[in-house]
């Protein structure tokens, strides 16, 4: 599994696959041993990378990840069989924002797909989330660009980085969640419900 583990890296490295940072992952295997998450759903699945650590990280762990990405769904798919994963790691082909969920309540929610739709996966799966589960959120930080907009050349870029930093005022001002920003990484989010008593 080493190996193999390596070997996306490498991948991700020559293919330009946005992988999770090494920091980040490793902060949510150790939260998902500490509070003994079972179920959990990954909204960007890229190669399976981050999905199959997360498996990994506890026996009784079984993941939801979703991709919309033909040839990354593929290459998740064959990781998560090399790995000995296929009963934990369940992966979907399609767009987050179309998928159907019925009746699951996840542990943990990881949002690390389209940065510009953070706020509608956010609002979408809230829903989905148990009543003591978090929602994690990655790449607050989108590679050192937030927070220095006036040094980014291309609009396109810039309009991500807009779109993160409102999510991130979406965060700080919502009235259900209340998030820490921890910043290891490429910034991570997590987002829990505030008790109502
Ligand atoms: N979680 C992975 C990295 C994901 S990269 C890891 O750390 O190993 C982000 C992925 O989200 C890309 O592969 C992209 O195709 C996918 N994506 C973006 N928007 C999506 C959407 N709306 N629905 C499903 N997948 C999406
Ligand atoms: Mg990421």
């Known amino acids: 599994m080493k190996q193999y583990i390596l070997e996306m890296e490498q991948y991700a490295k020559e293919k330009n696959v946005p992988i999770i940072e090494k920091d980040s992952i490793a902060y949510i295997m150790k ?7 079972k179920n959990i759903l990954e909204i960007g699945s890229a190669i399976g990378y981050s999905a199959i650590l997360m498996a990994s990280a506890s026996k009784e ?102 779109k993160i930093e409102s999510y991130v005022e979406f965060l700080k001002n919502n009235d259900e969640f209340t998030t820490e920003f921890i910043d290891i990484g490429d910034g991570l989010s997590v987002s829990r419900r505030k008790n109502e008593n």
Request: a positive charge; proline letters at 1%.
């Open 31 to 37: 939260y998902i041993k500490a509070n003994n998450v």
């Open 61 to 162: 762990v079984k993941v939801t990840t979703i991709e919309r990405d033909e040839l990354r769904y593929m290459e998740c798919l064959k990781n998560v069989k090399k790995c000995g994963f296929d009963k934990e790691v369940n992966v979907v082909f399609q767009d987050a924002l179309e998928v159907n969920l019925k009746g699951v309540a996840y542990d943990l929610i990881f949002i690390d797909a389209a940065k510009g739709q953070y706020k509608k996966f956010f609002e979408k799966f809230k829903y989905f989330l148990s009543p003591t589960g978090v929602i994690i959120t990655d790449n607050l930080k989108f590679h050192g660009y937030v927070g220095k907009k006036d040094t980014i050349d291309s609009k396109n870029l810039r309009g991500i980085v807009d």
